[in-house]
């Protein structure tokens, strides 16, 4: 990584753990220029101003996000080509991963974004609605599908199940931090996880009573 990639690259994990911690608005300017160690001008010279310290932010992040959902899922889909069981595995290695995580997650940069939105343009909002229809989109493609397949038992749509996942997510993040326990969103993943399993499982057939 070239120096000024490397520059660009410190200023933006030092702004995202101070957006983190305390919101954007009470992330300043001369506080990231002193954290990372460059002149003013320097920083101008990355970013014009905080909306397009944002928009690099949150592309960053949703980046990210969209890489692991990549690696999760593309590794289970690699084990089986049973759709449902491929979306099951890859929700409990998700499940994992979010357990390992030193600390706990560090918070939701679109949650952040969202709840300061009269800071930032209409770029920015619109990059932040974009980032979560596309994270729904995925996550209705795997139901597609699964429900190509295994019809679902009870009659809720599609779209509000794919979106339920990205409430658990930033919900579970949210209740992770306010009662200081990781392992909660870990565990709303795999409360998710079961709702698929009992909403696509083929129903059993009852066993043949034995002959009198």
């Given at each position: 990584m070239?120096?000024?990639?490397?520059?660009?690259?410190?200023?933006?994990?030092v702004a995202e753990a101070s957006v983190l911690a305390k919101g954007f608005g009470a992330t300043s300017?001369?506080?990231?220029?002193?954290?990372?160690?460059i002149t003013k001008s320097g920083f101008f010279y990355h970013f014009r101003d905080k909306n397009e310290l944002a928009r690099a932010l949150l592309r960053r992040y949703v980046e990210t996000d969209d890489r692991i959902f990549d690696d999760v899922f593309g590794r289970a889909a690699d084990l089986t080509?049973?759709?449902l069981q491929a979306f099951?595995?890859?929700?409990?290695?998700?499940?994992?991963?979010?357990?390992?995580?030193?600390?706990?997650?560090?918070?939701?940069?679109?949650?952040?974004?969202?709840?300061?939105?009269?800071?930032?343009d209409r770029d920015v909002v619109a990059l932040n609605r974009?980032?979560?229809?596309?994270?729904?989109?995925?996550f209705r493609g795997y139901l597609d599908?699964?429900?190509?397949?295994?019809?679902p038992r009870e009659p809720i749509g599609l779209d509000v199940m794919a979106e339920m996942l990205s409430c658990i997510i930033d919900g579970g993040i949210?209740?992770?931090?306010?009662?200081?326990?990781?392992?909660?969103?870990?565990?709303?993943v795999l409360a998710y996880r079961a709702f698929i399993k009992m909403q696509f499982s083929p129903a059993q057939k009852a066993a043949p009573m034995a002959a009198e």
């Open positions: 070239r120096k000024g990639e490397a520059t660009r690259e410190r200023i933006l994990e300017i001369e506080e990231l220029i002193a954290e990372t160690g080509d049973d759709p099951l595995v890859g929700l409990k290695m998700l499940a994992d991963l979010l357990s390992d995580l030193p600390g706990g997650h560090p918070g939701c940069l679109v949650a952040s974004i969202c709840y300061q939105e009269r800071l930032f974009q980032s979560i229809e596309s994270w729904n989109a995925r599908d699964i429900a190509a397949l295994y019809p949210i209740m992770a931090k306010v009662l200081n326990d990781p392992q909660r969103l870990a565990d709303q």
